[in-house]
């Protein structure tokens, strides 16, 4: 199997600032097993002047510890045991001082494990790189952590000694579906592109879920046994993927069940109020620390104009979506998805998730309109008027031109019947009504297949189908 799939831009990236001429702080940020340690560990393998991981759930001790015997597996003499984070980032200056390397490449994995109550890690950490390493030209400082929200807060956007001081961010996404694709085929799964997107909707593209598809099973067999067999490895991921991200759990959770219940999304108004939650800053953060994590996408919405506050808060993990529609309750059934096929729960579940696939891969979809070098904004809409005229996505371009977008999922040749196609002018009627806008509207059907014999309906200009989304 080859060792690296995708990550293209990020490597690129990184293995750039190894040439720069002067020293560089790189931080990595994203959710939990989204591959951000392998893509430091493939880029750099065997080029590390010091490479350590924090101590998840440890001590100050124990952080201390895995850092002490980090320094001496690179052969760095330890005079004395380490008691503070000061004396550790003085013993690793000594080290790279030691060290020949044009460029020392320096790794800290699971950084937020590092910062227990009363560490003085972020200070010790600041006074390193203020005033050793960033004078230098031969430091390549990363830093990474699956606590985003902490990253996000306490090295990117600080506000003390490392304000400014990062000069490179790395936000690590999810893989596209065309790297899904790759990586599956590179595990023997030569699945049509059906079952890969049906496979995406259930867990994403995040590669370590990826990871445990076996190839000599088919999709139903590789979910029931992932999710709904004894010990099932997805089963009980869903509280340590929280929990390992924000260090009050609870209250980013809270949130989540109740996006998952509105698929259209909600607004921070109706959020607070659902959740019983003020409408202030505290609430702010949590909303930003979920989408730095890609649970969450805040939507832009169009009225007389797009407005770029009180967006709509949609749900976009797919591994979470999928869990809370069919994982909460304790079913006995191994064969639990196997059985479930083609029933209304299932084909209800993978409409709205489709949605999330096309919404995860707008680049490919402007490719396909051919006006991916024009600049656009997308949105959705909701009427003001009728609480069931909505559209949740259109692309809004500078050729005066806006496509509304109707989404659809199908097994097969998918064409609008007479009734959905009267549904789509009236919403469509309502948009140019309520909003005054310009621009000439043009009816798209994104779909999985193009229709039979190119027939979709007199409405629909362009279609879009599942294999440009793979592009």
């Not at 750039?16 to 560990?41: M, N, P, Q």
């Not at 001590?59 to 045991?81: E, I």
């Not at 979920?290 to 709509?312: G, M, N, Q």
Request: glycine letters at 6%; charged letters at 30%; hydrophobic letters at 35%.
């Amino acid at each position: 199997m080859a060792s690296f799939i995708g990550r293209e831009e990020e490597r690129r990236v990184l293995l750039s600032l190894e040439k720069s001429e002067k020293s560089e702080f790189v931080a990595i940020y994203g959710r939990r097993r989204v591959g951000k340690t392998f893509l430091v560990d493939e880029t750099f393998r065997g080029k590390f002047a010091f490479s350590m991981s924090g101590v998840l759930e440890g001590k100050k001790t124990d952080q201390l510890q895995a850092f002490s015997d980090a320094l001496a597996s690179y052969g760095a003499p330890l005079g004395k045991a380490l008691t503070n984070w000061h004396d550790a980032f003085d013993a690793l200056k000594r080290h790279l001082e030691s060290l020949r390397k044009r460029k020392k490449v320096v790794f800290i994995d699971e950084l937020p494990c590092l910062d227990t109550p009363k560490s003085g890690l972020v200070r010790a950490l600041d006074h390193f790189w203020n005033a050793w390493a960033s004078k230098r030209n031969d430091i390549l400082l990363i830093v990474c952590g699956s606590a985003t929200s902490w990253i996000v807060r306490n090295i990117i956007d600080n506000h003390g000694g490392l304000h400014n001081r990062i000069t490179r961010e790395v936000h690590l996404h999810q893989f596209t579906l065309k790297e899904t694709e790759e990586y599956l085929k590179n595990k023997g799964c030569h699945w049509n592109r059906l079952s890969i997107t049906q496979l995406y909707m259930a867990m994403g593209g995040i590669p370590y879920y990826l990871s445990l598809v076996e190839a000599d099973k088919s999709l139903p067999q590789n979910l029931d046994r992932l999710y709904f067999a004894q010990d099932a490895p997805l089963r009980g991921e869903y509280r340590r993927l929280y929990k390992s991200l924000f260090r009050s759990p609870e209250k980013y959770m809270k949130i989540i069940s109740v996006l998952a219940k509105r698929r259209e999304g909600m607004t921070r108004n109706e959020i607070a109020e659902a959740t019983q939650t003020e409408s202030n800053g505290h609430l702010t953060d949590i909303l930003e620390d979920l989408t730095y994590c890609d649970f969450i996408r805040p939507f832009r919405r169009r009225e007389k104009k797009i407005r770029r506050k009180d967006c709509i808060y949609q749900l976009v993990d797919f591994y979470t979506i999928f869990y809370l529609h069919f994982c909460t309750f304790r079913t006995t059934d191994e064969h639990y998805w196997s059985n479930k096929l083609d029933t209304s729960d299932e084909n209800s579940w993978y409409g709205l998730s489709y949605e999330r696939v096309c919404f995860a891969h707008i680049p490919q979809i402007l490719r396909a309109l051919g006006v991916d070098r024009i600049h656009t904004e997308y949105y959705s809409w909701r009427s003001n008027e009728n609480v069931k005229a909505q559209i949740d996505l259109i692309i809004e371009r500078d050729d005066q031109i806006a496509n509304i977008c109707e989404v659809k999922f199908s097994k097969y040749g998918y064409s609008l019947s007479s009734s959905e196609e009267a549904n789509i002018r009236k919403r469509i009627g309502a948009f140019r009504s309520e909003t005054g806008i310009r621009h000439g509207l043009v009816a798209t059907l994104i779909t999985t297949y193009l229709p039979e014999n190119g027939k979709h309906s007199d409405l629909v200009s362009q279609v879009i189908d599942m294999d440009q989304l793979f592009s």
